[in-house]
């Protein structure tokens, strides 16, 4: 049984950045239809002890095609949004500090280089989708963007999200209308980098 991870914060107290509605919205509509339907899935397919990386990593061995389909969108949706949701917080913003904020530097070649190139794949996406950063086991940072609900997991090159911005309309048209740049550039106030550096940490541990 896959659940949703419990929001650490009230609806508002991503203001003014992420306004209260969409936050509501977007956790308890969304992300909670997605939760149901992989669990609904997984249970037809008989594979609902899986853990939600594996099986992700792993869809071209569920044979049948719809099954397979439902578990790619809606465990895509689960497991980004749990991602998402617990990589922000009222607290988030500025430039990651330490070991991890180290190696974003010596990746990119500084902080404003990661966050130009990371807005600019967020941005450029075409229709509903994410911009990443993943790690692979080695510590090796990369960014990518992805359609829809997939993400790096489903690449099969061995890298695991460890931040998501997601830009599908309903992650920002309540307040920012059509205006995705704009939504993307507030939500950098709002990363939660030690939250991302757990996750670092974890990719390059196993």
Known sequence: MFNQIQLPYAYDALEPYIDALTMETHYSKHHATYTKNLNDAVQKAGIEEKEITSLLSSLDSISDEALRKAIRNNGGGFYNHNLYFSTMSPEGGGQP??????????????????????????????????????????????????????????????????????????????????????????????????????????????
Do not use: C
């Not at 205006?179 to 196993?206: C, H, P, Q, T």
């Open 97 to 206: 500090e330490g070991a991890f904020g180290n190696v974003l530097e010596k990746s990119f070649g500084s902080f404003s280089a990661f966050q130009s190139e990371l807005s600019s794949l967020a941005a450029g996406q075409f229709g509903s989708g994410w911009g990443w950063l993943s790690a692979n086991p080695d510590g090796k940072l990369v960014l990518s963007s992805s359609a829809n609900q997939d993400n790096p997991l489903m690449e099969g090159g061995g890298f695991i999200p460890i931040l998501g911005i997601d830009v599908w309309e309903h992650a920002y048209y309540f307040k920012y209308k059509n205006l995705r740049v704009d939504y993307i550039k507030s939500f950098f106030s709002v990363i939660d980098w030690k939250a991302v550096a757990v996750n670092y940490e974890n990719v390059i541990k196993g």
